[in-house]
């Protein structure tokens, strides 16, 4: 429609379209060249693609080789752990719980081994909390992501769950075959082994986790009674449910997907940081092995996709570092093993860095720098804050005291003119013994302090291992205060005369 | 950042057609499990509409298969605290003052309790601390001006001062200068000796004069050399605390125009327990005697 001029009316485009639409031929003089446009349709049919991803299952194949048995031997160490520790026993005296680990909700207090964290001293969770990231940060910078590669609970389920998987339906090609046959006995036999199995699996998973909050020989007999509380069986089944799904089912698509640690790990790599990598100047050009060709003229490659069939998490390391890839090294094992066979030298696929491997490719040799500005940053962070905690822990008192002042009214003048303060004490004696306090104030010569409750002693009684409320008034003549605030120290000596303070202010006017 | 979608070369997939300085978006399908998951909130909506108060209607709503609302679970809530109170405030109702005092059983729930009922009751007036204010006495400091030991609390707090109720606590202080019972002068010598009895006056002439007309005017309540006299709700005028102000000019105030605060009873409004529970807390803030 070249000859219609760009201002048209409504009536005159109606006519041309029309004119355009009748058979050519039909009327010579509206014959005319038409643009052909090179488009296709953003969604067409062909290309549009389902609204939903279907994940395209993963069939590891079993890697032998040392990673794999570093790989085992991680896995049985942390599932021992995390299956056996609430069941080790540890003798606190009598009226105690005697398990070794135990966080105790009802009374507040956390048992580990011989040390016994109350709640305000919940800052040495807090420590270790700090100390298990900063650990991260520095494995991550030397090793990149052997965290999520080794002992990462979904690794090891994971690991754990296709372990089973193969030991009832077999290696990969076996699993491959059995997904495809149709549902006979024997497959149906082997399914529900597998998520027999796994679910029994999960349910110890769940009803290990319960096991650290209660006394685990008397909760286990409880569960099996039906005796335990309702929440100890929300628990283990919910716990059950995420490990048998996330461990399999989800799997990878768990790190692919749903973690938020790849990403941030990418972030703490820097380039002499380990990584799972394919040495791609020796393995290229790859090609299969055949018989005559002279193997000088290609890589040490052949192309045999072991590396590709062992990674759980369905990549193809040759590909380069991928976000996925959570260096498990099993494809170390499996190019190790083929490269044995072929009579190469170990290591086309290695834990290398990014420049080694171009220092390599020129024939070079790079040394790998373990010290560089962020693993003394994070080595020595993991230094202070172990320090700090240890420096806390041994100089962890067996009484804290803990003095507040009235805030309302901060201050009460008494009928002869003194001035009195009102605080709330809270003494927590963390002895087995009770212990008998006697007050005093220091910093202000004429104070008299009083218990409310207590008559004229002033005096704070606390039975053992527990935390006992009083309320205390000072009262000092007014002419005795300096301004409206004094710092001043109350004073309690135990029956042995042994004294501790605690830093306070006496308002006044 | 709109733009139109385009294949991208690398990956073969199309763009959304979104920018970001250059950087293009995929359009990548969603993986199935975040679908699922939104479906299964999607589910999880319809069967929270079917339980739950969901749907506002023109006068009212649906309230759902499970019938909840706030207020029944408030009320349920409130029975439940009643039901763990009961055994304490049974306690109290068995005991004596005095016994309640002392029972260390009762201890952390006159404490909570009573600062809970206070705070309800009392803290309009009294302030959250019982720190009072002018007009509202300190409830903290040793001063009382209807006795500070429990009975004279329990009495105070059931009847309340300068009310209708029959039993409750009744005295005047007149206004003397508005009903021309004493003239501004002497009201001002009346202050001034007022003032001497807490070591403050500053006319020695004044004073004197001021005793003889206090001596005839004001020692009926609050007794000779003004000490006061708890049993008439007369204020000490000799020490440091001062309901309505020790300056000069709220002496002269208070002459003036007299004072009569009031306090309403309690008995009715709180049960006899809570009032008891009250007391202890009150002689417990560090001026019971």
């Keep these: 429609m070249a000859d219609v001029k760009p201002k048209l009316k409504l009536e005159e485009t109606v006519a041309a379209a029309a004119a355009a639409a009748e058979p050519r031929g039909a009327d010579p003089d509206h014959q005319g060249p038409v643009e052909t446009v090179d488009v296709e349709a953003v969604n067409s049919k062909e290309k549009r693609a389902p609204l939903y991803k279907k994940r395209e299952k993963v069939y590891p194949k079993m890697a032998r080789g040392q990673w794999r048995k570093i790989k085992w031997i991680v896995l049985i160490a942390t599932l021992a752990i995390y299956y056996l520790l609430p069941w080790i026993r540890w003798d606190r005296g009598p009226g105690q719980p005697d398990q070794a680990v135990l966080l105790d909700l009802p009374t507040r207090r956390f048992y580990f081994f011989w040390l016994e964290i109350w709640p305000q001293e919940v800052y040495f969770l807090t420590g270790l909390l700090i100390l298990g990231a900063l650990a991260l940060f520095l494995v991550t910078a030397l090793a990149g992501r052997v965290w999520c590669g080794y002992s990462c609970p979904q690794t090891v389920w994971t690991d754990l769950f296709i372990y089973v998987e193969r030991l009832v339906e077999g290696d990969r090609a076996a699993r491959i075959r059995l997904d495809k046959k149709p549902w006979t006995f024997d497959k149906i036999r082997q399914r529900v082994l597998k998520h027999a199995i796994w679910i029994f699996i999960a349910m110890a998973t769940g009803g290990a986790w319960v096991f650290y909050f209660a006394d685990a020989p008397t909760l286990m007999g409880d569960l099996l009674s039906f005796d335990a509380p309702v929440v100890a069986y929300a628990f283990i089944g919910g716990l059950t449910f995420t490990t048998y799904w996330l461990g399999g089912h989800m799997r990878e698509q768990v790190c692919t997907y749903m973690c938020p640690w790849p990403r941030i790990q990418a972030a703490l790599f820097d380039e002499d940081s380990l990584i799972v990598t394919y040495r791609d100047f020796r393995g290229e050009p790859r090609g299969p092995m055949k018989k005559g060709k002279a193997l000088e003229v290609r890589g040490d490659c052949i192309d045999c996709n072991q590396c590709v069939a062992v990674c759980p998490m369905g990549i193809d390391i040759r590909d380069g570092m991928q976000l996925e890839c959570i260096s498990c090294a099993l494809c170390i094992d499996a190019c190790d093993t083929v490269m044995d066979k072929i009579g190469k030298p170990r290591g086309l696929i290695a834990y290398d860095t990014l420049p080694g491997v171009e220092a390599e490719a020129r024939g070079e040799t790079r040394k790998l720098k373990l010290i560089r500005p962020r693993t003394v940053l994070y080595g020595g962070l993991i230094l202070v804050v172990s320090i700090i905690m240890l420096v806390g822990l041994f100089s962890r008192s067996s009484l804290d005291l803990n003095l507040l002042p009235d805030r309302n009214p901060i201050f009460v003048t008494l009928s002869n003119g003194d001035i009195r303060n009102g605080y709330t004490l809270k003494v927590i004696n963390k002895t087995d013994r009770a212990h008998l306090y006697s007050l005093s104030v220091e910093g202000l010569p004429d104070a008299e302090v009083s218990v409310l409750g207590n008559g004229e002693r002033a005096e704070v009684s606390v039975t053992r291992d527990s935390m006992q409320s009083a309320r205390i008034f000072i009262a000092a003549p007014a002419a005795s205060l300096s301004g409206s605030l004094t710092d001043i120290e109350l004073v309690l000596t135990d029956e042995n005369g042994q004294a501790t303070a605690v830093d306070t202010v006496f308002k006044g006017p | ?289």
């Design chain 2, 1 to 289: 950042m709109a733009g139109t979608p385009e294949k991208d070369e690398i990956s073969g997939v199309n763009t959304t057609g979104h920018v970001w300085d250059g950087i293009r978006e995929l359009d990548n399908p969603l993986p199935r499990w975040w679908i699922i998951v939104f479906y299964l909130t999607i589910i999880w909506a319809v069967i929270y509409i079917i339980l739950m108060p969901a749907i506002p209607l023109f006068n009212s709503f649906t309230h759902g298969v499970l019938d909840w609302s706030s207020r029944a679970s408030l009320e349920r809530t409130m029975e439940q605290a009643a039901a763990e109170q009961k055994p304490y405030m049974e306690k109290i109702s068995g005991e004596s003052l005095e016994q309640i005092q002392k029972d260390p059983e009762l201890a952390g729930f006159v404490q909570a309790g009573g600062r809970s009922a206070f705070a309800v009751n009392c803290s309009q007036c009294h302030g959250q601390g019982a720190q009072g204010g002018p007009g509202y006495p300190n409830l903290n400091d040793d001063g009382w001006i209807w006795g500070g030991t429990l009975e004279d609390i329990y009495q105070t707090i059931k009847y309340g001062i300068r009310n209708a109720h029959l039993d409750s606590r009744q005295n005047i202080m007149m206004a003397y200068g508005k009903d021309d019972i004493l003239s501004r002068e002497e009201i001002r010598q009346v202050a001034e000796y007022v003032l001497s009895l807490s070591g403050r006056s500053e006319n020695a002439e004044m004073v004197s004069a001021g005793k003889e007309i206090f001596e005839a005017q004001c020692v009926s309540c609050h007794q000779d050399g003004g000490i006061g006299d708890t049993t008439l709700g007369a204020p000490n005028l000799t020490d440091a605390i001062w309901l309505y102000g020790g300056s000069r000019e709220a002496i002269i105030e208070s002459l003036t125009y007299g004072r009569a605060g009031m306090m309403p009873p309690w008995e009715g409004r709180l049960s006899d327990d809570t009032i008891k529970l009250l007391t202890v807390y009150v002689h417990s803030l560090g001026g019971g005697q």
